[in-house]
């Protein structure tokens, strides 16, 4: 069976309500189900074992270090990699069931992604991607970039014709505290590779991120809730040279 070469694979921090949807999407597909608890401070850990999963603790700031580590748990043949707030319709599911019957000549596919604004549809302005999500084990490597690290393969990668549902924007809230961590985490990289704060990038590169996404690039097109969506990321560019200023700050007054 299809099912026999699934294992589905998860790294959680604190996953919340739908981390147990997106448990709950997968069971009737995965051979296994590996989580990588993170640190939670919630019920993730306890929600991945009663949906039947193997549960693993593994501490790390390094995304690269951590999606290795959840790789090498894995024992199916083909593994689907998922974010707690990604969650796989019927579709997509027999999909994927699909290829991996069919022998495909192909060992990894990106997949589509369909993002959500407080539950409703974005198709506009940096919300309409695909990412290397579904492949065979050994055929992808890992590497760090920027916020979050990715799946790369020297192979020709498929592309799956249904998409993936992300939940990544719920609330003001929460996409302000994430935007945050985002900022401090990809000022912390540009530290590391010694990239200068001007007065423009403070000042400026905010703005025109939000020109960008929610006028040239037609995200008003996504209704005016996507004013908050597309300011959020203002705020993350502003904040990231305002951590970055800070972190050269301190340097400065730690060598006096």
């Known amino acids: 069976m299809a099912k026999d070469?699934?294992?589905?694979?998860?790294?959680?921090?604190?996953?919340?309500?739908l981390f147990s949807q997106s448990l709950a999407a997968?069971?009737?597909?995965?051979?296994?189900?590996?989580?990588?608890?993170n640190g939670s401070t919630d019920t993730s850990a306890l929600i991945a074992r009663r949906?039947?999963?193997h549960v693993y603790k593994h501490n790390s700031s390094s995304e690269s270090v951590l999606r290795t580590y959840a790789l090498s748990k894995a024992h199916s043949d083909?593994?689907?990699?998922?974010?707690?707030?990604?969650i796989v319709s019927t579709a997509l599911g027999n999909e994927l069931i699909k290829l991996i019957l069919a022998n495909t000549s192909k060992n990894a596919y990106v997949i589509p992604y369909r993002n959500h604004l407080f539950g409703k549809e974005l198709n506009y302005a940096g919300e309409t991607y695909s990412m290397l999500r579904f492949f065979k084990k050994k055929s992808v490597y890992v590497t760090e970039k920027r916020v979050h690290a990715t799946f790369q393969s020297n192979k020709t990668l498929g592309i799956t014709k249904n998409k993936l549902d992300h939940y990544s924007y719920n609330s003001l809230l929460q996409i302000?505290?994430?935007?945050?961590n985002y900022a401090k985490?990809?000022?912390r990289e540009k530290y590391n590779k010694h990239e200068t704060v001007t007065l423009r990038k403070l000042l400026m590169h905010g703005p025109h991120l939000f020109w960008v996404r929610f006028i040239k690039e037609y995200g008003y097109k996504d209704g005016l809730q996507r004013i908050m969506l597309d300011l959020c990321f203002a705020y993350m560019e502003c904040a990231t040279y305002a951590f970055l200023y800070y972190l050269y700050i301190r340097k400065k007054y730690a060598q006096k």
């Open 26 to 37: 997968v069971q009737t597909y995965a051979n296994e189900i590996i989580v990588v608890d």
């Open 176 to 180: 302000l505290i994430k935007f945050t």
């Open 78 to 86: 083909w593994i689907l990699f998922l974010d707690h707030d990604e």
């Open 51 to 53: 949906a039947g999963a």
């Open 185 to 187: 985490r990809d000022a």
């Open 5 to 17: 070469m699934l294992s589905v694979v998860y790294i959680v921090k604190n996953g919340g309500k």
